[in-house]
């Protein structure tokens, strides 16, 4: 049995981490670990098994909030985008080669094709190497209900899938080119650096005036970043950073964020084949340097 404040100390971080993967939102995942923590206060020293039951309490009110997340994400001005989150620095490259894809930014992205008790699924499988035996106590369902639905899921998900294998110098140096590039308005620069099929999705909630709907292709990438470059970007100072296991930098205006661009380089690390912008002001508020 452990009481109220050694529960939190030792399974917070964890639960946030399952809440926030479910449902692609800080915020979302704080309220939910944050109200469970509440609720279960006054019961906690009488349950046996901690951990499980707090897993389980959590992702189904994950559940929860993604089904009503669908219907707002129905009537989201633009593309939503999962709200990006700083894990390690530049200077330890080893970190990075040992984060999940199942964990990554651009794995996310594919998450939100899914039906919750799908990515509920994926995220309890993939992300924290949960068996079937368990998933299917944590979800109350059978285990070969658990096993069916997975193998479902997977379908819809991007099966060519492959991370690329590079070194972080290498990586810091590619995505350097990108930003000066795109700030100085080099064009030719930024065709070398993307594929022929770059896709470039932006989310701006409503707020900032953006693209709103995604843009396939590299000359349509390239035609647009040249557009709010000149505008917007070309006077912005900015820092490179990790988020989710992938290149990014947020951009600076007088010292405070202003938007986030996350880069994901094709199999071979030589180009890079999607770039998303988070301009939306709730999602980037608060990203110290």
Known sequence: MVDLQTAYSAYYPYLHSVAYHMLGSVSEAEDVVQDLFLDVHDTLDTIEHVKMYLTRATTNRCLNVLQSARKRRE???????????????????????????????????????????????IVLREGYDYPYTEIAQLLDKSEANCRKIYSLAKKKLDPNRVRPTIEQGQMAALVEQFVNAFQSGDSPTLIRLLTDTSVLISDGGGKVNTAINPLYG??????????????????????????????????????TPASLMMLEMDAQGREFRGLYFVVNPDKVRGRGR
Do not use: C
């Open 75 to 121: 009537v989201y001005p633009g593309v939503w985008l999962p709200e990006p989150v700083s894990d390690v620095g530049w200077q330890q490259p080893h970190q990075i080669a040992e984060q999940r894809e199942s964990l990554s930014y651009a794995f996310m992205l594919l998450l939100e094709q899914l039906k919750p008790m799908e990515r509920a699924i």
């Open 218 to 255: 590299r000359d349509r990438v390239v035609a647009f970043l040249m557009g709010i470059s000149a505008k917007r970007y070309a006077h912005l100072t900015y820092q490179m950073a990790v988020h989710n296991g992938q290149p990014g930098v947020v951009f600076y205006e007088n010292g």
